[in-house]
């Protein structure tokens, strides 16, 4: 079996918070009828996980996500620009200590300094965003992780207190919860789009994963997948 990330296990989280930023800046209208706003879920050059350590969400850990005491780093981020001038919190301090098992963990050596990350090296930028060949290096350090990866946040205290399933739409869709190597292989480009539709991982093109299958079978021959 593979490994798919959790962000992509229910559905679009774009879609979703979308439709929560929306209510959120049509309540803020009713209050403040001259008001303008905006709601954004990585769709503009906004830089979500430094604004919300400023506002108090959370510190940046050495795994260079966003960090919460009670939520852990397994959270999705989106603003509300507006005009409005609102009562700021106060920035959290750093919990992270002398921990350092996220750098420990990375399985590409991706993080290469407590918050430095090389993203090229990064198995979630290699199986979503990079286009082309993946360095043979990189491709064994992969695994059978086919469409990001989570170790840096699993491993991470924090998000391991977390509870679980506060969302219920983002509760995991079968066939997308630990699938089959097999099965995915045997997928055609339409039966692909099928499987990926609702998810967030509309990036991923069907060449580039069905490479990123490729080096997974090469990682796992002779393992029962």
């Given at each position: 079996?593979?490994?798919?990330?959790?962000?992509?296990?229910?559905?679009?989280?774009?879609?979703?918070?979308k439709?929560?930023?929306?209510?959120?800046?049509r309540?803020?209208?009713?209050?403040?009828?001259?008001?303008?706003?905006?709601?954004?879920?990585?769709?503009?050059?906004?830089?979500?996980?430094?604004?919300?350590?400023?506002?108090?969400?959370?510190?940046?850990?050495?795994?260079t996500?966003l960090?919460?005491?009670?939520?852990?780093?397994?959270l999705?981020?989106?603003?509300?620009?507006?005009?409005?001038?609102?009562?700021?919190?106060?920035?959290?301090?750093?919990?992270?200590?002398?921990?350092?098992?996220?750098?420990?963990?990375?399985?590409?050596?991706?993080?290469?300094?407590?918050?430095?990350?090389?993203?090229?090296?990064?198995?979630?930028y290699?199986?979503?965003?990079?286009?082309?060949?993946?360095?043979?290096e990189l491709?064994?350090?992969?695994?059978?992780?086919?469409?990001?990866?989570?170790?840096c946040?699993e491993i991470c205290?924090?998000t391991?207190?977390?509870?679980?399933?506060?969302?219920?739409?983002?509760?995991?869709?079968?066939?997308?919860?630990?699938?089959?190597?097999?099965?995915?292989?045997s997928?055609?480009?339409?039966?692909?789009?099928?499987?990926?539709?609702?998810?967030?991982?509309?990036?991923?093109?069907?060449?580039?994963?069905?490479?990123?299958?490729?080096?997974a079978?090469?990682?796992?021959?002779?393992?029962?997948?």
């Open positions: 079996r593979v490994w798919i990330s959790r962000y992509a296990w229910g559905r679009d989280y774009h879609r979703v918070m439709k929560k930023l929306v209510r959120l800046g309540w803020l209208e009713d209050q403040r009828p001259e008001c303008s706003w905006r709601a954004c879920v990585d769709t503009v050059p906004v830089l979500e996980r430094e604004w919300a350590a400023r506002a108090g969400l959370g510190w940046i850990g050495k795994n996500s960090l919460n005491r009670q939520l852990g780093s397994e999705f981020l989106a603003v509300l620009l507006t005009d409005v001038e609102l009562a700021a919190d106060r920035p959290v301090p750093d919990y992270c200590g002398r921990c350092t098992a996220c750098l420990d963990a990375c399985p590409t050596r991706a993080i290469i300094a407590p918050r430095v990350l090389d993203a090229r090296r990064c198995v979630a290699l199986t979503i965003e990079h286009r082309g060949p993946v360095d043979p491709g064994r350090d992969m695994g059978a992780m086919v469409a990001g990866c989570d170790i946040q205290p924090w391991t207190k977390a509870p679980a399933g506060l969302h219920p739409e983002f509760e995991a869709a079968g066939h997308r919860y630990r699938p089959r190597l097999v099965d995915l292989e997928l055609d480009e339409a039966a692909f789009r099928k499987w990926r539709s609702g998810s967030p991982l509309g990036r991923i093109p069907y060449d580039q994963f069905r490479r990123s299958l490729a080096i079978r090469e990682n796992t021959v002779g393992l029962d997948t």
